[in-house]
């Protein structure tokens, strides 16, 4: 699996995770458990949602083509 989450997007997939991970813990509620998704993509580096779309926040090195 070649990474196509990036710097940024990466922190953002952290972050959201873990306040979707907080609020289901804070109401008690299992929904909570979706933040795992973010976190997990975000660990990874890799998320199957971009792959149908061809997109990656992942930058290119120099002399690197897609």
Known sequence: MKPNVGGFDR???FAAG???LG????????WGLIGLGPLLTATVRFCPA???FGLSTCRMKPGESK
């Open 23 to 30: 609020a289901g813990y804070y109401f008690k509620s299992w």
């Open 50 to 52: 971009y792959l149908p």
């Open 11 to 13: 922190i953002l997939r």
């Open 18 to 20: 873990l306040a979707l």
